[in-house]
């Protein structure tokens, strides 16, 4: 547990304006690559416009799969390019924050500033390169759910009684609606990937740095507290972890089920996010730093 580390106004002052800068960078991106998903879905429906009206038949059910399976290529493809670029925007910030925070943390407690021995965008572009197959693979599995949802709504539609009463409109218009859907699912992806490439750069130089110049350098973490705060975020937040850089954050979080039934769930994760929509980031930790906190409070 920190002491008066967190509390020190250069230490939160600059945590939470990173915090928010990451959010609203990460928010960037997110409707930059929405707005692939959109032309995609948009091509689809102008695609769906040329099978000819009327009942819904089984040729009819081919062509339009055809049609989908060619909207859901385009948007793997289409994705994968966005999320490389996203990916090396937010690797960049990563480690920029880690040498920004260092930095500041060292002149405030210290009264110097510790040597960065090393080339902060070679080691954004390393993690970057790192995290690539894992982001492509996060695309295809939610490019095979897509299609997979997609295949059973229109074979059962098809299977049903009232199929000979349904028209392509009906049927063009339920897959429009689908896709449209899918624009939360999607959301929820990209912002778990672009944070944790966000955490994992910095965990990446927090190494480096622990290897080459701050021996006893740990890692912690903080949280955004509002409105969009999970329980599980909050009560890690109390708990304020500090652990060595190459060990994991270990968490227990007890979930109160509206029976009054108290469960709980174990977590264990290197660095953020430990779950979808975690905004928690890395912060540097000296304990040096914690005992300069508490004398300058004292």
């Known amino acids: 547990m920190a002491g008066e580390f967190f509390e020190d106004p250069t230490v939160s002052e600059l945590v939470e304006a990173n915090i928010k800068r990451v ?16 032309k995609v879905r948009q091509d689809l429906s102008d695609r769906l416009l040329t099978i000819p009206e009327g009942t819904f038949t089984e040729q009819q059910l081919n062509v339009t799969l055809v049609q989908i399976q060619a909207a859901i290529a385009a948007i793997k493809r289409d994705l994968k390019t966005g999320m490389v670029d996203s990916s090396d925007i937010l690797s960049q910030r990563g480690i920029q924050d880690m040498v920004q925070e260092i930095t500041r943390f060292s002149r405030r407690f210290e009264g110097s500033v510790q040597p960065i021995p090393f080339d902060p ?7 970057q390169n790192f995290l690539i197959n894992k982001h492509e693979a996060s695309i295809d599995a939610y490019g095979e759910d897509l299609r997979s949802a997609i295949t059973t709504q229109l074979v059962s539609s098809l299977a049903s009684r009232d ?3 349904r028209t392509v409109a009906q049927l063009r218009s339920s897959v429009g609606k689908f896709f449209l859907g899918e624009e939360f699912k999607l959301n929820r992806i990209v912002r778990t990937e672009l944070q944790g490439i966000y955490n994992f750069s910095k965990l990446n130089g927090l190494q480096r740095m622990q290897a080459e110049v701050i ?11 509002d409105g969009r705060t999970g329980d599980d975020s909050k009560q890690l937040a109390a708990k304020n972890p500090i652990v060595a850089i190459d060990r994991p954050f270990v968490f227990t979080f007890r979930r109160k089920l509206k029976s009054g039934e108290i469960r709980t769930e174990r977590r264990e994760f290197m660095f953020p996010p430990d779950r979808p929509n975690d905004r928690a980031i890395l912060v540097p930790f000296r304990q040096e730093w914690d005992k300069r906190a508490a004398a300058f409070a004292a």
């Open 121 to 127: 965008i070679l080691v954004a572009i390393d993690s």
């Open 23 to 38: 959010d609203k960078l990460s928010e960037q991106q997110q409707r930059k690559l929405l707005r692939i998903f959109r």
């Open 163 to 165: 199929t000979s009463e």
């Open 215 to 225: 021996p006893d350098l740990k890692k912690s973490l903080m949280h955004p507290i």
